[in-house]
């Protein structure tokens, strides 16, 4: 069974900067892909940010060019940086992470952005 443990949410004003972490309980390179989604309120679950395996990273395009996912795989956790944060980025994160069998997802982490 592998655990995934976000953590770095919090409140943030408009313009500010938060950096989440996803701390996996085995290696993050067995992983074929790991992403961060973020489900807001009255909203449907969405894809954030995905890295692949090889490190090949896409973004959704309402978050492209201020947020950036990455990994430690030393640390064997996953990082979303997300800068220029807007109200709109209100929302509770959730890191996920697929190997060959199995999808894994985090309790996630709230991030709020006051305007």
């Known amino acids: 069974q592998v655990l995934l443990v976000e953590s770095g949410g919090g409140l943030v004003q408009a313009g500010g900067t938060l950096r989440l972490s996803c701390a996996a309980s085995r290696t993050v390179f067995v992983f074929n892909t790991m992403g961060w989604y973020r489900q807001g309120p009255g909203k449907q679950r969405e894809l954030v940010a995905v890295i692949e395996r090889g490190g090949t990273t896409n973004y959704a395009d309402s978050v492209k060019g201020r947020f950036t996912i990455s990994r430690d795989i030393a640390k064997n956790t996953m990082y979303l940086r997300m800068n220029s944060l807007k109200p709109e980025d209100t929302a509770v994160y959730y890191c996920?992470?697929?190997?060959?069998?199995?999808?894994?997802w985090g309790q996630g982490t709230r991030v709020t952005v006051s305007s």
């Open positions: 996920n992470a697929h190997d060959t069998t199995t999808t894994y």
